[in-house]
Structure formats: C-alpha cells, structure tokens
Nanobody, 124 residues
Framework: QLVESGGGSVQAGGSLRLSCAAS????????VGWFRQAPGKEREGVAT????????WYDSSVKGRFTISRDRTKNSIYLQMNSLKMEDSAMYYC????????????????????WGQGTQVTVS
C-alpha cells in the first residue's frame, strides 16, 4: 500500500529525491511522513505532511535541506534531499495514517499504521 523509490548512493553535498506512492484510501487519510533508520539507531522522524492542506513539519537536522511535498493527483509523497551529509545515510521509510496530530507524529513513528518497505540512502 506504500511503495518507496528513489534511494541510492551519492556524494556528500549531492541531492536525491525519494518518492512514495500510496493507495488512494491511505493517501486521503491525512498524514504521511518520512522516517529513517541507520544501523544500530532508532527510527527517527524526518518530515511529515498533511495530504489535505499541505501542512509540513521537519526534524531540525534536515530543516532547510529537505523538502516534503505531495501530489494529490498521483497519490504520492516526495522528499527532496539537498546538501546531503554522511549522517543522512539510512534506510528511509514512508509511513501513513496516524491518529494523532501530524506535527506530533514526527516524533512518534509507532503511531503510524502503514509502512513501506524502505529505500536505502547512502552518502559518502
């Protein structure tokens, strides 16, 4: 129901764009987010977006470098990642639908009901 794509390997300072395609019923149910998990670390929130009015929230570590967006005609969410750093290397996951607020959900990955399989981002 959630399918990510767009990961890969890039040099520090480079850019990548991740995509997440969702089924229509999931996409319409408000909050979608990007999370990441590096080996040996907990899953952390990167950005969330309300698919309706487009409200967005970012983790401080990516603010100003990453941009989350949505295309309602394609039921898709994107994460444009610029000025990538080695510490951005991780498996990136798309998640959808949370009972709480989309803002609070950035720090509550377990509140999301649906998850994609992940896409690897490696920055060297």
């Amino acid at each position: 129901q959630l399918v990510e794509s767009g990961g890969g390997s890039v040099q520090a300072g480079g850019s990548l764009r991740l995509s997440c395609a969702a089924s229509g019923d999931i996409f319409s149910r408000s909050c979608v987010g990007w999370f990441r998990q590096a080996p040996g670390k907990e899953r952390e929130g990167v950005a969330t977006i309300v698919t309706g009015y487009g409200g967005k929230w970012y983790d401080s570590s990516v603010k100003g470098r990453f941009t989350i967006s949505r295309d309602r005609t394609k039921n898709s969410i994107y994460l444009q990642m610029n000025s990538l750093k080695m510490e951005d290397s991780a498996m990136y996951y798309c998640a959808a639908v949370t009972d709480g607020s989309c803002a609070a959900a950035l720090n509550a990955p377990t509140s999301f009901r649906y998850w994609g399989q992940g896409t690897q981002v490696t920055v060297s």
